[in-house]
C-alpha cells in the first residue's frame, strides 16, 4: 500500500514546476520508517536474526512497573505461576494465556490491575511508556511516530494545501467584502497582464 502512495505521488509530483520531487522523497523515506517496526516484529517472531531476537525487544524484561496476575498468587519459582511453559522464564495456566513470571517485590506498588502487595508474585512487565528498552523508544517513538509526521507534511505538500488554503482566505475575504487590498493570484496575474 506504502508503494502505491509512493507511486502516486511521484506521478503528482512531476506536474509541478518547483520542489517537484520533495514529497517523493519526503514520503518515501516515511514510508521506510514506518516499516521498521513491523519488520523487527517479524523479525523477533521468526527470530532468523540473533541480533534482533537478544536486543529487538520493545520492552524492558525486569520493569519494576508490574501487573499482577489475576487473582494474585504468590511464587518462590516461576515455574509456580503456571504449568504451560512460555518460553525463557514465563509460564501460563493454559496456552495462548498471558504468560508471567515469578518477580520479587521488595516495594510496595499500586496498580489498576494489582493491590499492594510485597514479596515474590507472578507478574508481567506492563506494556506502558515506562516499560521501554532502548529499542522500544528508538523504533516506537524515533522511527513510527517520526515517519507519520513525515508522512502527514509530504501529503499536505503534494495537495499543495497552503496555496489551497490562500485561495480559500482570499476567496472569503471577496466574498464577504473585506478584501482589505491583499490582491489573489489571479489578480496578481491580471494586473501584470
Known amino acids: 500500500m506504502l508503494v ?44 532468523h536474526w540473533q541480533y534482533v531476537h537478544q536486543y529487538g ?31 525463557g522464564d514465563f509460564y501460563a495456566m493454559a496456552p495462548h494465556q498471558d504468560c508471567f513470571t515469578c518477580y520479587d517485590n521488595d516495594e510496595d506498588t499500586t496498580s489498576s490491575t494489582t493491590t499492594t502487595t510485597t514479596g515474590s508474585m507472578c507478574s508481567e512487565g506492563m506494556e506502558t511508556f515506562a516499560c521501554l528498552s532502548v529499542t522500544g523508544w528508538i523504533v516506537t517513538i524515533g522511527m513510527t511516530y517520526l515517519g507519520f ?38 489578480e496578481q496575474e491580471e494586473t501584470q497582464v
Open 4 to 47: 502505491a502512495v509512493v507511486l502516486f505521488v511521484a506521478y503528482e509530483s512531476s506536474k509541478r514546476a518547483s520542489c517537484k520531487y520533495g514529497p517523493t522523497i519526503l514520503i518515501s523515506v516515511a514510508s521506510l520508517l514506518i516499516l521498521v517496526d513491523p519488520t523487527r516484529h517479524v523479525l523477533l517472531d521468526q527470530t
Open 57 to 87: 525487544g520493545m520492552y524492558r524484561h525486569n520493569c519494576p512497573v508490574r501487573a499482577l496476575m489475576l487473582p494474585p498468587r504468590e511464587c518462590n519459582v516461576a515455574a509456580d505461576c503456571g504449568p504451560y511453559h512460555c518460553g
Open 149 to 186: 509526521a513525515l508522512f502527514i507534511i509530504g501529503t499536505l505538500w503534494n495537495a499543495n494545501i497552503l496555496h489551497k488554503i490562500s485561495d480559500i482566505r482570499h476567496e472569503w475575504n471577496r466574498l464577504r467584502g473585506t478584501q482589505n487590498n491583499i490582491p489573489n493570484k489571479q
